[in-house]
């Protein structure tokens, strides 16, 4: 019988600079997508929400 492997922490996931680096890519290629403006009430929630999160993620950067 085999033994489940636990997930990783999150904490694991949040630290590792690399992901951090992937997840600010992909996240400012989607701004790029969406234009900066926004054209609806959506795409200007997104292109603030996707704001946010690379700051957050800079943040974490700064911080490890």
Known sequence: MKKRERPQSMRVAYTDPQRI???IAYMET???EFGYDGDCA???AMIRFFEQQVEIRRSWLQAS
């Open 30 to 32: 989607r701004l790029g």
């Open 42 to 44: 959506y795409e200007k």
């Open 21 to 23: 680096h992937d997840e």
